[in-house]
């Protein structure tokens, strides 16, 4: 294999590097111009002394990363969701901390995320794709969450994730806490005619029927699987484990079938294997899948800014290699929950959040199942 210039590459390359090495070559740059094109149209020129005539006079791009008004991955805001449509990817927050049960705050969740999106660019090197030049994403901003009233919100929700599934676009929630989850299945499960599976990560099984008296966030699986077209057997939780998984929930799990992989499990059966089992179990008769990414599914150390930290769970690594199997099939949408900024720090939890949403874009795109037209 050559790069574009002809020249072979030598023989020092992993395998893996030099695929992306490669890949790289072959990737286009059209999108990157028309963003060039328009940020000088649209911001200006640069100042004379500038010796780099693609940089405008404001910033209207993905650089300088710092600048900037904070979108997920600087995506355009569109504020006319009724053309939400007309977009591949659609970004919307969730803000709401309401169902949580110890620490608050992934009510900033959705900021937090955007806020350290920024550092990212739309190239990934190792998947070899870049997002610019395959996809378009709008960030609608947020949900209008009440926060005192946690059934107004789910039905706030619901209707906002069902607006934006139905238009054809691939949904990215940003929680809020994971009580979430209850309203976005619906919002999904009510423009599907088959079922809809669940690949859920998470420490907690959630799946009691309350807590405190309501629908907290210790409690979206049961709701969702009470939804006729949502069946408990198509729910795979995991990374469960540890002194948070309470007996209630548990019991729930045994009794309606839903399937449990701890940690130990996944890592002694090997992560490819334990994808494989995640996605037999969850597209089981399944038309369409959703993926609940629990931020506290990683070791505590990884993830500070999180409602109830455990520690024992996955490494980074292994959990963006599951991600990236799981990701390689079709999915419904995404959400990534309990993302709490006021007990974050340096930003490494949203960060996390980030990355987990952008090797799911970028490996539906890699696999063809993104833009939809292309595959699905
Ligand atoms: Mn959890």
Same mark, same amino acid.
């Given at each position: 294999m050559t790069e574009s210039s002809g020249r072979p590459l030598h023989d020092n *390359?992993?395998?893996?590097?030099r695929a992306a090495v490669e890949r790289e070559s072959e990737l286009p740059t059209t999108g990157w111009e028309r963003e060039v094109a328009r940020g000088l149209e649209l911001g200006l020129p640069a100042a004379d002394s500038v010796v780099d005539r693609r940089i405008p006079t404001f910033s209207r791009g993905e650089l300088p990363h710092f600048a900037g008004i904070n979108t997920f991955l600087k995506a355009p805001f569109v504020e006319d969701v009724?053309?939400?449509?007309? *977009?591949?990817?659609?970004v919307l927050g969730a803000p709401f901390d309401g169902g949580t049960t110890y620490r608050p705050g992934t009510r900033f969740g959705p900021q937090g995320i955007r806020k350290i999106s920024a550092l990212y660019g739309p190239y990934n090197f190792e998947l070899g794709v870049d997002l610019r030049e395959s996809i378009t994403i709008a960030d609608l901003g947020d949900v209008f969450t009440i926060p005192g009233n946690i059934e107004k919100t789910f039905d706030q929700i619901s209707k906002a994730v069902g607006h934006v599934y139905s238009s054809g676009a691939f949904p990215v929630v940003l929680g809020g806490d994971h009580s979430i989850g209850y309203p976005t299945v619906r919002g999904v499960s009510e423009h599907l005619s088959g079922n809809l599976g669940i690949i859920h990560f998470d420490r907690h099984v959630d799946t009691q029927e309350t807590d405190l008296d309501e629908r907290m966030h210790t409690t979206p699986w049961f709701h969702a699987t009470?939804?006729?077209?949502v069946p408990a057997r198509n729910l795979v939780q995991i990374g469960i484990g540890g002194w948070q998984a309470p007996r209630p929930g548990v019991k729930i799990g045994r009794e309606r079938g839903t399937t449990i992989m701890t940690v130990t499990d996944c890592v002694e059966m090997g992560i490819e294997a334990a994808a494989q089992r995640a996605l037999d179990v969850a597209w089981d008769g399944a038309e369409a899948v959703w993926l609940s990414f629990d931020v506290d599914c990683l070791d505590a150390a990884f993830v500070p800014g999180t409602g109830w930290p455990e520690p024992g769970g996955f490494l980074p690594r292994e959990v963006l290699k599951f991600i990236q199997l799981v990701a390689a099939q079709p999915l419904a949408g995404i959400e990534v929950v309990e993302c709490s900024p006021p007990y974050d720090h340096a930003e490494i939890t949203s960060l996390i959040a980030t990355r987990v949403i952008c090797d799911t874009l970028g490996c539906l795109v890699r696999a063809g199942h993104l833009p939809r037209s292309a595959g699905d």
């Open positions: *390359y992993g395998p893996e590097a009724r053309t939400c449509g007309e *977009y591949d990817v659609v009470d939804i006729p077209n």
